[in-house]
């Protein structure tokens, strides 16, 4: 069936490195894209979103890109921060008001 | 505004047994959707719910059944419990259905069935 994966698991990096966390999905038919953060004991929390349409977003710090051809999204955070450390997912939809999640990656930010 | 709030936080229950479990949206949002979360599975989509009828549904077995009031809260229910079951539950809510930018999760129920 259609699945959206990711391609590590766990992830570390230095406090104020950048952070580029990778997914890779296989519905041809996906047209928009999520990344969550989600930190423990709360639920996904919107961090930006992408639309089929386009193959880069920009958010404060955050930075969405899609390349439809190899069917991969990546995320990249800027200059991290202690409170960056969460389990980031992305999700995707085909227009059916559902989403469908990646297992997670786990960024752990090492001070 | 107050968040979507879900209840109880914790549950522990027996194999065999059944669990309800709630969900308040966002006041003003009346799309509500429920997911599953374990560590092997990730989130996956459950039902979905809106103007008290049920949208949208995932694969899972018909043990796992919901319902949305008037005042758009939901509750979901899992009947004949298994040791799979454990999971951690989130609700979304949103103001219309398709709406997933202003899509909004709980900190969901974690249910352990033992």
């Known amino acids: 069936g259609e699945s959206v994966g990711l391609h590590l698991p766990t992830l570390s990096v230095q406090e104020g490195d950048n952070s580029i966390i990778n997914c890779a999905y296989s519905n041809s038919a996906s047209d928009y894209f999520i990344w969550y953060k989600q930190e423990s004991g709360k639920g996904p929390q919107f961090i930006i979103d992408?639309?089929?349409?386009?193959d880069k977003r920009q958010g404060q710090r955050v930075t969405v890109l899609l390349n439809k051809t190899v069917k991969h999204l990546s995320l990249q955070i800027a200059a991290t921060q202690p409170g960056d450390s969460a389990v980031y997912f992305c999700?995707?939809?085909?227009?059916?008001?559902?989403?469908?999640f990646g297992t997670g990656t786990r960024l752990t930010i090492i001070p | 505004k107050a968040g979507v709030t879900q209840t109880p936080r914790y549950l522990i229950k027996t194999r065999g047994q059944q669990v309800t479990l709630s969900c308040s949206p966002i006041s003003g949002h009346r799309s509500v959707s429920w997911y599953q979360q374990t560590p092997g599975q990730g989130l996956q989509f459950l039902f979905e719910y809106f103007s008290e009828t049920q949208r949208n549904k995932g694969n899972f077995p018909g043990r796992f059944s919901g319902r949305q009031f008037s005042n758009s809260r939901s509750e979901m229910n899992v009947s004949t419990l298994e040791l799979g079951d454990s999971a951690l539950y989130l609700c979304a809510s949103s103001l219309q259905r398709q709406d997933l930018i202003g899509y909004t999760f709980g900190s969901g129920t974690r249910l352990t069935v033992v």
């Open positions: 992408i639309r089929s349409n386009m």
């Open positions: 999700a995707e939809t085909g227009g059916n008001e559902k989403l469908t």
